[in-house]
Structures are given as C-alpha cells and as structure tokens.
C-alpha cells in the first residue's frame, strides 16, 4: 500500500544530476518569429498617435500590431483573469 509513504518524482533524478531538460535548452526551429511589446512609458497619458514605421525598418522585423490590428482580424481586444475589463492594445484617442 503506498497511501502515507512518500512517492518519488519521475524528474527528480534528472534534476538531481543535471541531466533535466529545460524549454531553454531546446533550440528554437529555423525561422521562429519572436514577439516583443512596447510599453507605455507615463501612466494615465492619452495615445495621440502610433508610428511603427522606425520598428519596421528595422533588419528582421516581420510586422507591428495594434488595437486596429486586433479589431480587423475580428479579435477581442479584451482581457482580465476574471472580467474581461482591460485593453491588450490601446487605442488611438484613449
């Protein structure tokens, strides 16, 4: 009966000795694209404009997305853990 006796990990001997592989030690596959976000650098400040023109003429840089993005792909731009009662991009304006 093994009820009240310790149990071991199936990863703990691998931890123990460093055999442990980590999502961090995997290569990513040629061609992964990685994601980075601009955030805001005031609180409570009004977005005037957005100009992603100097991120796009970057070397490499595929694409920028915003709250326009979101809304032509017919995406919802809401998000909460609970109430769905914040923005993942702002928009223009607010």
């Known amino acids: 009966d093994t009820v009240g006796r310790p149990a071991p990990h199936a990863s703990g001997p691998l931890h123990c000795t460093g055999e442990a592989l980590y999502v961090d030690d995997i290569p990513a596959p040629p061609g992964t694209l990685h994601g980075s976000l601009v955030m805001a650098t005031r609180c409570h400040a009004r977005l005037a404009s957005l100009d992603v023109s100097p991120a796009l003429a970057i ?36």
């Open 59 to 94: 070397a490499g840089v595929k694409g920028a997305f915003a709250h326009e993005d979101i809304m032509r792909l017919g995406g919802d731009n809401r998000m909460g853990p609970i109430l769905l009662d914040d923005v993942t991009f702002l928009p223009l304006g607010e």
